[in-house]
C-alpha cells in the first residue's frame, strides 16, 4: 500500500519501540527511528547488486518531492549510472563552487604570487572587482557583468584596467585547466575594447612641474612620511615597491649605501643580487628623518611590524595635484608615481653613460654585460646622483617655481 501524508505526520516525533521501514512504490521507501524521524531512501539493484540512497527527511522534503527526487534518480539508473555515485559526484561540484573572490585568492597564492608584482595585482582587484563582483560564484558571472564593471573602470584607470582584463583572464584559464569552471568569460576582452590603447608611457615632468612638485610636498598638508617618499621616488628614481619595503637596516650611512635585497624588487627574483644605491650627504637629512618618523622596522609604514600598503600610494599625486590647484592656480596634468621614475630616468640621460643610468635604476644590464660584468658601479652612480640633486635643488629655487627668467651668470 502506498504511503499517504496522514501516515507520515501520525509517525513523525512519536517515539517507538523498534525502527519500522515502509515502502511507497517505485522503490521509495521510508524510514520511521525509535525517536519519530522520518526519512526518505530510494531502494534498487545496480550491476545485479541492490543498494540504496537517502533523500531526505520528512517534513523538510514533503511526500510529492521524494516521489520526484525517485523518478530522477530511475531515470539515472535507466541510463546505466549508479545513482548514489552521480549524486556523490554532483555534490562534490556544487561544494568546490568558489564565490570569484574566492578563485581569484587561491590563483592568486598558487601562481601570481611568482611574478613579483602580486600585491600590486591583488590590491587593483580588492579595491575594484571584490567589492561588485567577488561575492558571486564564479561559475555564473558573465561577460555582461564584466562589461559593467569594467566600461566604468576605463574611463578612469586605463593601467589598473588593463591589469584586471590580463589577470582575471589568466586566473579563468587557470581554472578552465583545473575543471573548476567550464569558459573564460573574460577570453576574447582587450584593453581595445574599452579605447584602451596599449604603449609605453610617456608622461615626464618639465622643469616647471618640478619645480611645482617639490613646492607643493614641501608646503601640502599630507603626511610628513609621504612627503618624503615622494621626494625619494623623483631622486633615485626608484620603484615605489623598494621604498614601501624598505627597512632601516638597508640603510648604511657609514658606507653611504642604500642596499634593496632581492625580494624587494621586481628582477630580485631572477638575478637573486641586491641593487645598491649610494646615499649622498645632501640625501642623508631626508633619510634619517623618516628613519626618526618610522615606527617599527618600516620607513614608510605607520605600523610596527608591517609594510605600507601596496596601494596606498596610488592617491598620492591626484590629492597633491588638487593641493596645487587650489594654492598655486596652476592644474599640473595628471601624473603617477611611475611618471616621477620616468622623470629621473629622462634626467639621467644627460647627467652620466647610459649604462650607468640603467643601473641607476634598477634595471639588468643586456646580454653577456649582465652575466660577465658584477661591478657595482657605486662610485658612478654617486656622482651621477649628486649631478641629479644638484640640478633638482636649481630647479626648485623659488625664482623658477615664479617661472621669472633665471639672470645670467
Known amino acids: 500500500m502506498a504511503i499517504s501524508d496522514s501516515y507520515l505526520k501520525a509517525c513523525l516525533n512519536k517515539e517507538r519501540e523498534k525502527v519500522e521501514e515502509k515502502s511507497d512504490r517505485d522503490g521509495l521507501w521510508v524510514r520511521v527511528s525509535k525517536k519519530g524521524a522520518v526519512t526518505f531512501f530510494y ?6 547488486k541492490q543498494d540504496k540512497m537517502t533523500l531526505g527527511s520528512y517534513p523538510a522534503l514533503s511526500l510529492k518531492a521524494a516521489r520526484e527526487e525517485v523518478e530522477k534518480w530511475a531515470s539515472v539508473l535507466v541510463g546505466g549510472d549508479n545513482p548514489k555515485i552521480k549524486r556523490d559526484l554532483e555534490r562534490g561540484k556544487i561544494s568546490t563552487r568558489y564565490t570569484f573572490e574566492e578563485l581569484f585568492r587561491e590563483w592568486h597564492g598558487m601562481v601570481c604570487i611568482q611574478k613579483g608584482n602580486e600585491a600590486q595585482v591583488l590590491r587593483s582587484f ?13 561559475a555564473e558571472i ?25 589577470n582575471g583572464k589568466q586566473c579563468y584559464s587557470w581554472a578552465v585547466k583545473r575543471q573548476l569552471l567550464t569558459s573564460n568569460p573574460l577570453s576574447e576582452l582587450t584593453g581595445r575594447d574599452f579605447g584602451l590603447k596599449k604603449g609605453m608611457g610617456k608622461r615626464t615632468l618639465s622643469r616647471d612641474e618640478i619645480a611645482l612638485f617639490w613646492k607643493g610636498c614641501d608646503e601640502c598638508r599630507m603626511n610628513e612620511r609621504n612627503k618624503i617618499m615622494l621626494k625619494l621616488c623623483l631622486f633615485y628614481g626608484c620603484r615605489i615597491s623598494e621604498l614601501r619595503l624598505a627597512k632601516k637596516q638597508h640603510f648604511d650611512f657609514e658606507e653611504g649605501v642604500w642596499t634593496v635585497p632581492p625580494e624587494n624588487h621586481k628582477t630580485g627574483a631572477k638575478t637573486q643580487r641586491a641593487i645598491l644605491r649610494p646615499i649622498i650627504a645632501e640625501i642623508v637629512p631626508i633619510l634619517k628623518r623618516v628613519i626618526s618618523l618610522a615606527e617599527g622596522d618600516y620607513l614608510f609604514s605607520s605600523k610596527k611590524d608591517a609594510p605600507m600598503g601596496s596601494g596606498n ?40 653613460d647610459p649604462h650607468i643610468a640603467e643601473i641607476m635604476l634598477g634595471h639588468m644590464l643586456p646580454g653577456v654585460w649582465a652575466v660577465y660584468d658584477k661591478h ?34
Open 43 to 48: 531502494r534498487y539493484r545496480f550491476l545485479g
Open 126 to 138: 580588492e579595491i575594484h572587482v571584490f567589492p561588485r563582483l567577488g561575492k558571486y560564484p564564479a
Open 142 to 166: 558573465t561577460v555582461h557583468n564584466w562589461l559593467t564593471l569594467l566600461d566604468k573602470l576605463a574611463k578612469a584607470y586605463s593601467e589598473v584596467t588593463r591589469r584586471i582584463i590580463s
Open 313 to 352: 600610494h596610488l592617491s598620492l599625486p591626484a590629492n597633491l595635484r588638487l593641493f596645487m590647484i587650489k594654492a598655486y592656480d596652476v592644474n599640473v596634468p595628471h601624473f603617477t608615481v611611475h611618471d616621477l621614475r620616468r622623470t629621473a630616468r629622462t634626467n639621467f640621460s644627460d647627467l652620466t
Open 376 to 409: 657595482t658601479y657605486l662610485s658612478e652612480m654617486r656622482v651621477a646622483y649628486s649631478k641629479w640633486w644638484a640640478r633638482l635643488m636649481s630647479i626648485t629655487e623659488p625664482d623658477v617655481v615664479e617661472f621669472k627668467p633665471r639672470s645670467a651668470g
